[in-house]
C-alpha cells in the first residue's frame, strides 16, 4: 500500500480551498476561514506523507487520521475527493438534506476514521488508536489535526499526558494554530503562550514551522518520529482565511458563508494564484 502520490502539493492545496468556497457558498455553511489556514496540511499529509490508498481505504495496515477541527470538514472532504477516495462530484452535496457530507466531519465518508466537531476530543481518539496499535505491534501511525482553541481544553491535556506517558512514538499531533478561535483572537479568550514549551514539559517532542510552508511541513513530516520514543507535536503557524485577503486574519469568516460579490472576489483572487 502506498502513499496517494501528488506531485504538486501547492496546486493540491488551491484546489481545496477553491472546493471549500464553493461548497460553503452552496450550502450556506461556516467554516470557510478554518479550512483556508489548514489546507497546505492537508495537502502535504495526503499528497505526500500519509500512508493511504483510496482503492483500498479500509486497509489495516494504513496509517490513520483523525481532523479534530472537525468543523473544517469541507477540507478534508475536499483532500479526500481530489485524491481518488469519492468523485468529486459529490462535493456539491455538502451540507444538503440527505448528503452523507455533513458539515462536521463525519466517518461515514469513504477515507475518514472517525466523526468529529465537538472540540477537544480528537487528540483523545488518536491516542487510543495510537496507543491500541503500539499493543499489537502494528506499523501504522496516527496523525491528528487540531485546533489551536481546543487546547484551551482539558481534555486536550489528558490526552498529552496519556500519549507521552505510554511513549506514543506513533502519534502525530499538527496544531494549526492560525491564533483566532470561533469569537475572538486565542490570545483574548485563554492565551496559550509559552505553548511549545508546555508540549514539551508534557514530555512530546516539538517542531515549529509555517504551516504554509510545504517544504518546511514535507521535511518535517518524513523525519518521524521527531525523537524516538516520544510522540510529536508540530505546531503549525497559519493564517486564518489564508489565500484571500479579505478573509486573512480576521474572527469573521469563522462563521460567514461567502456569498455575491464576496464569493466572486475570493473565487478570482484563488484563481489568480501561481
Not at 130 to 159: I, N, P, Q
Request: proline share 4%; net charge negative.
Amino acid at each position: 500500500m502506498t502513499t496517494t502520490a501528488v506531485t504538486d502539493t501547492r496546486e493540491l492545496a488551491r484546489r481545496i480551498r477553491k472546493h471549500a468556497l464553493r461548497m460553503t457558498s452552496l450550502s450556506g455553511a461556516s467554516h470557510v476561514g478554518a479550512v483556508f489556514s489548514c489546507a497546505d496540511i492537508l495537502a502535504v499529509l495526503y499528497g505526500s506523507t500519509l500512508n493511504v490508498d483510496p482503492a483500498d481505504p479500509r486497509n489495516p495496515s494504513r496509517d490513520r487520521f483523525v481532523l479534530s477541527k472537525g468543523h473544517a470538514g469541507g477540507g478534508l472532504y475536499a483532500v479526500l475527493a481530489e485524491c481518488g477516495f469519492f468523485p468529486v462530484e459529490k462535493l456539491l452535496t455538502h451540507y444538503q438534506d440527505g448528503s452523507d457530507l455533513s458539515g462536521h466531519v463525519s466517518h461515514h465518508v469513504t477515507g475518514i476514521d472517525v466523526s468529529t466537531g465537538s472540540l477537544g476530543h480528537g487528540l483523545s481518539v488518536a491516542a487510543g488508536m495510537a496507543y491500541s496499535g503500539k499493543l499489537r505491534g502494528a506499523s501504522h501511525r496516527v496523525f491528528c489535526l487540531m485546533s489551536d482553541g481546543e487546547c484551551d481544553e482539558g481534555s486536550t491535556w489528558e490526552a498529552v499526558m496519556f500519549a507521552a506517558h505510554h511513549r506514543l512514538a506513533n502519534l502525530v499531533a499538527i496544531v494549526d494554530f492560525n491564533k483566532i478561535q470561533g469569537i475572538a483572537p486565542v490570545s483574548e479568550v485563554i492565551a496559550l503562550e509559552p505553548f511549545a514549551d508546555k508540549w514539551r514539559s508534557f514530555g512530546w517532542e516539538v517542531r515549529e514551522l509555517d504551516g504554509h510552508d510545504h517544504s518546511a511541513l514535507g521535511a518535517a513530516l518524513q523525519t518521524l518520529p521527531l525523537s524516538p520514543g516520544k510522540p510529536s507535536c508540530i505546531l503549525a503557524h497559519t493564517v486564518k482565511g489564508k489565500g484571500v485577503s479579505f478573509m486573512e486574519n480576521t474572527v469573521l469568516w469563522h462563521y460567514r458563508a461567502p456569498k455575491g460579490a464576496e464569493y466572486d472576489a475570493a473565487l478570482a483572487e484563488l484563481e489568480a494564484q501561481p
